[in-house]
Structures are given as C-alpha cells and as structure tokens.
C-alpha cells in the first residue's frame, strides 16, 4: 500500500499533528488499503470525541455540556458564558460552579482561556 506524501500531509494538516488523530487516521488507512477520504476520517474522530464528551457530561453533569457547546460556540468572555449559561438553566450560576467547571476542562486538557485546544473536540461540542 503506498499513498502520496500530499495526503499525509493533508492528515498532519486536518488533525493539527495531535498524535492521537494521526494514529487513527493511519489505523483507519491501513485496514482500509488506502486513501480515505478526509471528509470520513474527521467525521469518525469528531465521533470519537463526541462519545468522550458524553462520557464526562454522565460523569459531571449537564451543565459541563452547556459550557462546552457555549464555547464551541465561540463566547470566549467570562461574562458572556455566565450570561449565556444562566439564560439556558433558567436561573443563577455561582461563580464557584462556572469557575470549577473551567478549570475541570483546563485540568483535562479540554479547554483553555476559553479555547478549545483540539479542533476535533471543538466540532464535537457543537453536537451535544
């Protein structure tokens, strides 16, 4: 099996060099003999993701999905997520509790200064 130099590149390039995607990818080529198409390859690691995303929400609770999609989002202000996270539950968040959330996701390497630091991971959350 042999494929072009351009597609592993556009792998390295879709999955930003995490090693955890790449290993995917590489495993999902290789059982397949070739060339997938990236379209697929990204869609079963935001699957992926997603399934890890839920398995933390059953854990944590459903407020950690909130947050998470808030940021996917793109509300990258403290203000604002409190703001926004408030509206949904219909009621008020300690500060406490969005504080302990943030930095639970920091903590897992989720999300930092309100950014997701996996763009994989990002897609996902837009999904819960």
Do not use: C
Request: glycine share 6%; hydrophobic share 40%; proline share 2%.
């Amino acid at each position: 099996m042999v494929v072009s130099t351009d597609y592993i590149e556009s792998i390295v390039e879709l999955f930003d060099g995490i090693p955890g995607w790449l290993t995917l990818a590489g495993s999902i080529v290789v059982s397949r003999g070739g060339e997938v198409k990236l379209d697929e390859l990204k869609s079963q690691a935001i699957e992926i993701a997603r399934k890890e995303l839920r398995e933390l929400i059953n854990v944590r609770g459903r407020r950690y999905a909130l947050v998470l999609k808030l940021i996917a989002q793109g509300i990258n202000r403290w203000s604002e997520l409190k703001s926004k996270l408030e509206e949904l539950e219909g009621r008020t968040v300690p500060k406490s509790a969005l504080h302990n959330i943030l930095e639970s996701l920091r903590k897992l390497s989720i999300v930092e200064n309100y950014e997701f630091l996996d763009q994989v991971y990002k897609e996902a959350a837009k999904t819960l």
